[in-house]
């Protein structure tokens, strides 16, 4: 088989500038100190194709036309060549690597910190990307291949997409035990007492006629409640594993179910890296899958 005379620094370098904007940022993601030689880089790979890739402008660097058609059509053949590059050889200790996350509620950046940081203590140079987006955007990111992985409440069903449940995140009143004291509740109480009671609730979600305010997530829900103010929803694992050692007082409403939410985690087989691989096997383990 006959090579083209290709050098594959020139895309690398493309790609880089593309994807951060400008010479410095594009170093940084190539692990290189010199702007000059991306800038000489994008120069060359110009004068091969004999068309305008990038604008200059004050901020940094834009894609012409001929650019973003360039990118398009040779995105997936480089995202072949760097996984293929970021798997070489074993994965230790000593081994580096950068886990990119796109997470759809504040919860699962809870949820992950622990993962983080015992898989950290094992291999201190692996970096980690979290990035929240929308439930909307759940689909959009997954078919973009713009992060590793995406852990979500929603179902998403794309083609050579990998699916792992990883748990289930059910919802619980609560309140404080000063409040539940003084108002006598008990682990179950009826549906007009719940009512009666004020409500610090998350905006959008479970309703009452007792309503106070609305916050923006559920720590603001945990730290209004817990000042003994009135009650409040949140996941159970959210006060399990953010504050398990505060005195709350749990409890159920007859006729009133809270919604639970299962936890999904979704790749590409094709694109892992071993950092990635790795990462999601020792979750997988340590929540018993």
Same mark, same amino acid.
């Given at each position: ?117 015992? +898989? ?5 140079? *692996? &970096?980690? =990307?979290?990035?929240?987006? %929308? ?5 959009? !990111? ?56 004020? +409500? ?5 979600? *479970? &309703?009452? =006629?007792?309503?106070?305010? %609305? ?5 603001? !829900? ?56 790795? +990462? ?10």
């Amino acid at each position: 088989m006959q090579f083209p005379n290709t050098n594959l620094n020139l895309y690398k370098s493309f790609i880089a500038v593309y994807e951060t904007g400008n010479t410095l940022k594009a170093c940084e993601h190539l692990g290189i100190s010199s702007q000059s030689t991306v800038s000489h880089n994008i120069l060359q790979l110009e004068k091969q194709l004999n068309v305008k890739l990038f604008k200059s402008h004050p901020r940094g660097m834009t894609p012409t036309r001929d650019g973003e058609e360039l990118y398009w059509k040779m995105k997936p053949y480089f995202d072949g060549i760097f996984v293929v590059e970021r798997n070489v050889g074993e994965f230790t200790e000593n081994s580096e690597g950068v886990i990119r996350i796109a997470c759809t509620t504040n919860f699962v950046v809870y949820f992950l910190a622990k993962h983080i940081a015992e +898989f950290r203590l094992k291999y201190p140079k *692996v &970096k980690f =990307e979290i990035t929240k987006i %929308t439930p909307q955007q759940t689909t959009e !990111v997954s078919k973009n291949n713009d992060v590793d992985i995406v852990i979500s409440t929603l179902p998403v069903k794309l083609e050579d997409l990998t699916c792992i449940y990883l748990c289930t995140q059910e919802s619980i009143f609560f309140t404080s035990n000063k409040f539940a004291h003084d108002n006598k509740l008990q682990s179950i109480i009826s549906k007009e007492i719940y009512d009666s009671l004020p +409500f610090v609730g998350i905006d959008g979600y *479970v &309703k009452n =006629e007792n309503l106070i305010t %609305t916050v923006g997530n559920q720590e603001m !829900v945990f730290q209004m409640v817990i000042q003994g103010i009135g009650i409040g929803w949140c996941l159970d694992n959210f006060l399990n594993i953010c504050h398990p050692d505060t005195s709350i007082f749990k409890f159920k409403v007859e006729d009133v179910n809270l919604e639970s939410y299962d936890l999904n985690c979704f790749y590409y087989k094709k694109y892992l890296t071993k950092a990635v691989t790795t +990462f999601i096997q020792d979750v997988k383990l340590s929540l018993g899958l």
